[in-house]
Nanobody
């Protein structure tokens, strides 16, 4: 399983970015998927997650109403639309997959067994 994240960049406060994560070597159709972010020296932080059917969605309180997670199982792609970005959103963003589709720990990094390489998001004030 390989996950390739892209779409990061530099944006001003209030701007938008759209992150994508493409999976290869594996079908995501029955997998739980999520986005996490991390600053240097800090623990990885949950951002958003979606179950295989898209019926279950979770968001961190800090991004609710601004970020939207979605998936396209046919394209093996996970997306994170980020609007109204703030300097505190600056981090490396990682996509992750629970290949067995488990949802009990989808808000925690321990709930995932494969990770992408990360994409840098920088929001300037």
């Amino acid at each position: 399983v390989q996950l390739q994240a892209s779409g990061g960049g530099l944006v001003q406060t209030g701007g938008s970015l759209r992150l994508s994560c493409v999976a290869s070597g594996f079908s995501i159709s029955r997998s739980t998927m999520g986005w996490f972010r991390q600053l240097p020296g800090k623990e990885r932080e949950f951002v958003a997650a979606v179950s295989w059917s898209s019926k279950t969605l979770y968001y961190a309180d800090s991004v609710k109403g601004r970020f939207t997670i979605s998936r396209n199982n046919a394209d093996n792609t996970l997306t994170l639309q980020m609007n109204s970005l703030e300097p505190d959103d600056t981090a490396v963003y990682y996509c992750a997959i629970n290949s067995r589709g488990l949802t009990s720990a989808m808000r925690y990094s321990r709930g995932y067994d494969y990770w992408g390489q990360g994409t840098q998001v920088t929001v300037s004030s």
